[in-house]
């Protein structure tokens, strides 16, 4: 894994959490900008995804195995698109609870994933 990557996304998705959050705290729906935060932190799970397969194609090993990495990566492309898709269904500010929340989790699947990787040794 590149740990760069996984930091940026993790910022990111921490950054959207706040930002969502907030709409939430003035009472706000997911607006079109939201969403377009939300495009951009998808696309750098989807280029942790795409870079996680090459590395496992190249023969390198996560210290806990590769089903559960890919299973954790495949997880993490979809915490956010999630979540936007139920904020849609839900027009008010638990719309923008619901993609904070699928943010947070996007952050927390990072530190997972890089422990996966082998980042922490226990």
Known sequence: MIDALTVATAVAALALAAWCGYAAFRDQPTKDWHFIGMAVVTL??????????????QGDKPHEG????????????????????????????????TVAAGGFVLA??????????????A
Not at 44 to 57: E, F, N, Y
Request: charged fraction near 10%; hydrophobic fraction near 60%.
């Open 44 to 57: 750098l799970a989807l280029v942790q995804l795409v870079v996680g397969v090459v590395r496992l194609a």
């Open 66 to 97: 590769g089903v559960i990495f890919v299973a954790y990566l495949i997880g993490a492309l979809c915490a956010v698109p999630a979540a936007g898709l139920l904020s849609l269904s839900e027009r008010t500010k638990w719309g923008s609870v």
């Open 108 to 121: 927390v699947l990072q530190v997972r994933l890089y422990d996966i990787w082998g980042g922490v040794s």
